[in-house]
């Protein structure tokens, strides 16, 4: 593995902790983390290299698992201390080479929803409490933790050896990368748990430099392929034309393989599930080996693939994120517009806020991406400016306002 960026968070986390021990238990259970989030992500890049046959799969399978494993005789050293403290914790010594059989209590049948989803919220700010109190919190929270990590685990060694088993290996495959991101969530559930407990917030984006959770994943991978569709999309449009001159033609479909070239050369393209990453591969190698003559229908399937990948913006972590977006900035515009003409000021600024907000929904609707980019070409004398300002606010809570629910009928019963 390449060496590790500074990890400025897991710096600042530790200098507010002023009892040695501990500050040495919390700095090994991070940096267990942000190893195993590492290993992970480079095990999840080469997946769909290696999914020829079942010895390379179950290599793979056998690391992963290992994985959990680890991460679970970790957490099961962890929750039982809560009662004895810093001193009866001891130093905590974690054999990586033992047996994961020190994981206490049943493994729980399997929850619905991505681990990190199981969490009941922040946890509230720590303030003025002891090294000793917040090292109990946090072992509290940590036998929650490790119950789901158990049903991930029991539920991924059933589901990928019933595939193997019956030589369903685009199933294992699939399989595999599940697990791979449910115990990346989980590991990320870990170290939140550990932010929050010791500082009272965490941001999952700088608690491992480099890589994302599930979230922050989704939403690069959204944005990207919008860019992507709507660059092929206005490239596929003149190769389809019978008008077009040829060398017209030639250079959109030079422009196209270039596109999928960076795509696929990005970061972003990683956190793409096994399969669709080798979909863009062979989309890669039949546009970079052919011409626009031969592959002109090929121009227009790949246009209709990406429309068809915009089942991303239905996976649950991104409806729960875009719901509870759209809702913030309905309830921002609908103030900020009624009072414009009162305190439009204060009216101009909350209408900014809410297309800092919009631009993170960047990818789920062509309209609302439009109108971010035409707000952002306001120059901040434009944005001030209630008459320029508010008409924008209006077309983005349309946009964003959500549908009216119907009403049932006062005279009966509805169906």
């Known amino acids: 593995m390449s060496e590790a960026p500074e990890n400025a968070a897991l710096a600042g986390l530790l200098a507010t902790i ?17 190893e195993a989030v590492r290993a992970l992500g480079e095990l999840d890049a080469a997946l769909y290299l290696r999914e020829d046959g079942e010895e390379q799969l179950q290599i793979v399978a056998d690391a992963v698992l290992s994985h959990f494993r680890r991460l679970m005789e970790y957490l099961a050293m962890v929750a039982p201390s809560a009662g004895a403290g810093a001193d009866g914790g001891g130093d905590m010594e974690l054999d990586l080479d033992g047996p994961a059989s020190r994981n206490s209590g049943p493994i729980a049948s399997r929850q619905s929803g991505p681990i990190a989803s199981r969490k009941s919220g922040p946890i509230a ?3 003025l409490k002891s090294d000793d109190e917040r090292w109990a919190s946090l072992a509290a929270e940590m036998d929650t933790l490790q119950y789901g990590l158990g049903s991930e685990l029991k539920e991924f060694d059933r589901r990928f050896s019933s595939a193997l088993k019956h030589d369903r290996r685009e199933q294992a495959v699939r399989d595999l990368n599940d697990a791979t991101t449910g115990l990346m969530d989980g590991v990320f559930a870990v170290m939140t748990t550990v932010y929050e407990c010791f500082l009272g917030h965490a941001e999952p984006e700088r608690m491992v430099p480099g890589h994302r959770d599930t979230l922050g994943k989704a939403l690069a991978v959204r944005r990207a392929l919008a860019v992507l569709r709507r660059e092929v999309r206005g490239l596929n449009r003149p190769i389809q034309e019978a008008g077009t001159p040829p060398d017209l033609a030639a250079a959109s479909y030079r422009r196209i393989v270039d596109a999928i070239g960076r795509f696929v050369d990005s970061d972003v393209f990683y956190y793409l599930r096994s399969d669709t990453r080798r979909d863009f591969a062979q989309f890669r190698e039949l546009f970079a080996n052919g011409t626009v003559a031969r592959n002109r229908l090929d121009c227009e399937g790949f246009d209709k693939y990406l429309d068809s990948l915009a089942f991303v913006s239905q996976r649950g972590v991104l409806i729960k994120h875009d719901t509870d977006l759209k809702a913030k900035i309905t309830g921002d515009l609908e103030r900020a ?11 101009c600024e909350v209408i900014e806020q809410a297309f800092i907000k919009g631009e993170r929904l960047s990818g789920l609707n062509d309209q609302i991406d439009a109108l971010v980019l035409q707000w952002s070409s306001l120059t901040p004398e434009q944005r001030a400016d209630p008459e320029e300002a508010v008409p924008l606010a209006r077309d983005l809570l349309e946009l964003v306002r959500p549908a009216p629910v119907p009403t049932a009928p ?3 019963d509805s169906f």
């Open 18 to 34: 002023a009892d040695r021990r501990i500050r040495r238990k919390v700095q090994k259970l991070l940096m267990f983390g942000e």
């Open 410 to 412: 006062d005279d009966g």
């Open 337 to 347: 517009v009624k009072f414009a003409a009162l305190l439009p000021e204060v009216a």
């Open 125 to 127: 700010t720590r303030g």
